[in-house]
């Protein structure tokens, strides 16, 4: 299957600062998504991007796909930004499609 | 709304005790996953189903059961021969088609008293 590793794995931001995640997969794929998870567990969907580039807000995301890595862009980051970023793609093998996802950025944002 | 309803939010259960989780989705997805999440980790694949009456193991299935008899409802049920069933449990759907993009349950935190 399909290997999604994802950077850094801990990120402590100063309230104002930008950070750049990275997440890098294994092979070719058609679909990215970018996740953020509250405090409360709950897996919020950010960006939905298999390739390109979109913007929602303070966040923007990045896919190359012919790269095989994607981006995520926070800027100028508040305390709510806290939490893990997942990204997770979703490849077809054996007529289904299985998720796989990376062990996650945990951001903490400090005032 | 379409969305995906997982519940209960918390449940205990008591040792040697079967407990059901339960996940209903209203997007007309095909494809639903469950998956469990430790304190500080990430997800693991328990169980994930792509079309009614069919469903396959994932990484982590042992002491866990599932069933799919509507495209809408996809329950685990963690039996007592999961011996460590404390965790975070979230529930996805993902659509066949051009655009897989998944979404999820809230979760359910069940824990062992």
């Known amino acids: 299957g399909i290997q999604v590793e994802q950077s850094p794995p801990d990120l402590i931001l100063q309230e104002g600062a930008n950070s750049t995640l990275r997440c890098n997969f294994s092979?070719?794929?058609?679909?990215l998504q970018w996740f953020h998870q509250n405090p409360w567990g709950q897996l919020i969907n950010l960006f939905y991007i298999p390739s390109g580039t979109k913007q929602n807000g303070r966040l923007s995301a990045t896919t190359v796909a012919t790269e095989r890595y994607s981006l995520l862009y926070i800027s100028s980051s508040q305390t709510t930004d806290s939490g893990v970023y997942f990204c997770a793609v979703a490849y077809s093998g054996a007529g289904s499609y299985q998720l796989t996802f990376g062990k996650g950025t945990k951001l903490s944002v400090i005032p | 709304d379409g969305g995906i309803t997982q519940s209960p939010k918390y449940l205990f259960r008591k040792e040697g005790q079967n407990v059901t989780l339960s996940c209903e989705q209203n997007?007309?997805?095909?494809?639903m996953y469950w998956y469990r999440q430790d304190p500080g980790q990430g997800l693991r694949l328990i169980y994930y189903?792509?079309?009614?009456?069919?469903?396959q193991k994932g990484d982590i299935a042992e002491g866990y059961s599932v069933s799919r008899e509507k495209k809408e409802s996809f329950p685990l049920t963690v039996t007592s021969a999961q011996k460590n069933p404390t965790a975070f449990y979230l529930c996805?759907?993902?659509?066949?088609?051009?655009?897989?993009?998944?979404?999820f349950g809230q979760g359910t935190r069940l824990t062992v008293v």
């Open positions: 996805a759907s993902l659509p066949r088609g051009r655009v897989p993009e998944a979404f």
């Open positions: 092979d070719s794929v058609n679909n």
């Open positions: 189903s792509q079309i009614v009456n069919d469903f």
């Open positions: 997007l007309n997805h095909d494809a």
